[in-house]
Every structure is written in structure tokens, then in C-alpha cells.
């Protein structure tokens, strides 16, 4: 039991909401001033978080998969519509998100939460290639070549 709590705490959207909690507490203890600047770059980021988080929901939706990462799916393989350009697009989506939060609440953050957020969901993204490349051994390694992990 010990273990699954363990990985449901390292997975992205856990790790998303580690990073934004830090923006969202330090906005409460440390109020900043909102910009049109900082409305702007918000909402453009929140534009970008739907593309891709609805345009790779779409997909599983369309091929009635579950998204849900512990639900190992090694029968259908994504490269077509958002995944062929990045081989991430719902953790993409998730940064964007994070990025979209950190412009309204404490930006002085933005220096270091998508970082941490793109270092700790690589560690994560690494099995998940594994998995992939044994589920997919014909196709996987031409994609992974092809195709960026994030957009570049």
C-alpha cells in the first residue's frame, strides 16, 4: 500500500499540483500585484494548456482508452494529431498550466517551479519510455526519434 501511495505521489499531475500549491501559498503570505502583463501571459499559457490537454483527451476519448497513466495500455500506440508534436502533450499541457498559475500568483517563482516540474516528471516520463519501447518495439524508437519529448 505504502509503495502505490509512493508512485501516485510521483506522478505528474501530483507534481503539478506540488508546484502550483508553492505559487498559490506564497501568493497568499506575500500578495503581488496583478498586471495586465501578467493577465495576458495567463491566459495566453491557458489557451496553450487547452490545445494540448484537450487535443491528447480527444484522442483517448475517440479510441476509448483510458488516460490514466497506471492503466498500462499496450495495445494502441498515439503518433498522429497532438503527439506527433510532442511525445508528452498532457504533461506539456500541465507546464503550461503551472506557467499560466505562476503569471497570476507569485511570479517570482516562474524561476524555479517549471524547472523543478520538468526535472521531477522527466524521472517519470523515463519509465514510462521503457514500458513503451517493450510495448512498441517496431514503433517506438522511430517515434521517440522523431518526435521531441516536449517541443523541443
Not at 29 to 46: C, D, E, M, R
Not at 93 to 121: D, E, H
Amino acid at each position: 500500500m505504502l509503495a502505490i501511495f509512493r508512485a501516485l505521489l510521483t506522478m505528474p499531475p501530483a507534481i503539478f499540483a506540488y508546484c502550483a500549491s508553492l505559487h498559490l501559498i506564497a501568493q497568499y503570505f506575500l500578495p503581488q500585484k496583478i498586471t495586465t502583463l501578467a493577465i495576458i501571459l495567463s491566459s495566453i499559457f491557458f489557451i496553450i494548456f487547452l490545445i494540448f490537454a484537450l487535443g491528447a483527451l480527444w484522442l483517448f476519448a475517440l479510441y476509448r482508452i483510458n488516460p490514466a497513466p497506471w492503466y498500462n495500455n499496450d495495445k494502441i500506440f498515439f503518433n498522429i494529431g497532438i503527439y506527433r508534436l510532442s511525445r508528452n502533450p498532457m504533461y506539456l499541457s500541465l507546464l503550461a498550466l503551472l506557467l499560466s498559475v505562476g503569471c497570476i500568483c507569485f511570479p517570482f517563482l516562474l524561476c524555479l517551479t517549471p524547472l523543478a516540474f520538468v526535472y521531477l516528471v522527466n524521472k517519470h516520463i523515463k519509465s514510462e519510455e521503457d514500458f513503451l519501447r517493450k510495448a512498441f518495439p517496431n514503433v517506438y524508437p522511430l517515434y521517440e526519434k522523431h518526435t521531441p519529448r516536449w517541443l523541443i
